[in-house]
């Protein structure tokens, strides 16, 4: 009998109408080998890839934002605020990825609580990229009145680019994504997920 509101049929050896049977397969077909995942969610060359180019993202997007700062200054106008607070997000932006991919590679607990609790849709590929998305739209959303007008471009154009991929793993290779582990440095079996 199944346990106190499970239904019989997920425990087949007590469901008295289980309708599956072994399949003869001739003895050809054999299981894949299981996989050795002790380097912490870093298995596959594709995540490795992903988060090498994160890295570069955060810094040309941390980079647009300083220059773009600089040529506001510069210019001593006062009539658009536009841009300045576009740069400054674009640095927070920056900062949070950066920080983020950096946990990935060495826990930091404190920070991880934090971001985890804040920022949790950053702690999954899915997450990520549509994160990625989102900020891409931002840099081009500066357009034609950006200072850096190439560095603009180039940034947006990446994160897109690279947004999409992270998209691209999770639905065309989900055993390169099932071996994604976010970082888990601080936290306690009590602690929420907050992951998508």
């Not at 109408?17 to 894949?32: L, M, W, Y």
């Not at 980079?63 to 640095?91: C, Q, W």
């Not at 985890?116 to 899915?126: E, I, K, T, V």
């Not at 154009?157 to 888990?184: D, M, R």
Request: aromatic fraction near 12%.
């Amino acid at each position: 009998m199944a346990g106190y509101g499970e239904p019989g049929w997920l425990n087949p050896q007590t469901d008295p109408h289980a309708a599956t049977q072994e399949a003869e397969t001739g003895g050809t077909i054999k299981a894949p080998p299981p996989t050795n995942n002790d380097e912490g969610g870093k298995g596959s060359w594709t995540l490795v890839a992903l988060s090498f180019a994160d890295f570069g993202l955060a810094v040309m997007m941390g980079g647009l934002g300083v220059l773009t700062l600089i040529e506001v200054h510069n210019r001593k106008s006062t009539k658009d605020i536009s841009e300045p607070f576009l740069a400054a997000y674009m640095i927070m932006f920056a900062t949070l990825l950066f920080s983020y991919e950096f946990m990935w590679w060495m826990p930091a607990p404190g920070i991880n609580k934090s971001l985890r609790r804040n920022f949790g849709f950053m702690y999954g590929l899915r997450g990520k990229g549509l994160y990625l998305i989102f900020v891409a739209f931002l840099c081009l959303g500066l357009g034609k009145d950006a200072s850096v007008r190439e560095l603009n471009w180039a940034t947006g154009i990446a994160y897109l680019i690279v947004g999409c991929l992270h998209i691209l793993v999770v639905c065309s290779y989900p055993e390169v994504a099932i071996q994604y582990v976010a970082p888990s440095a601080g936290l306690t079996a009590n602690d929420p997920e907050n992951v998508v």
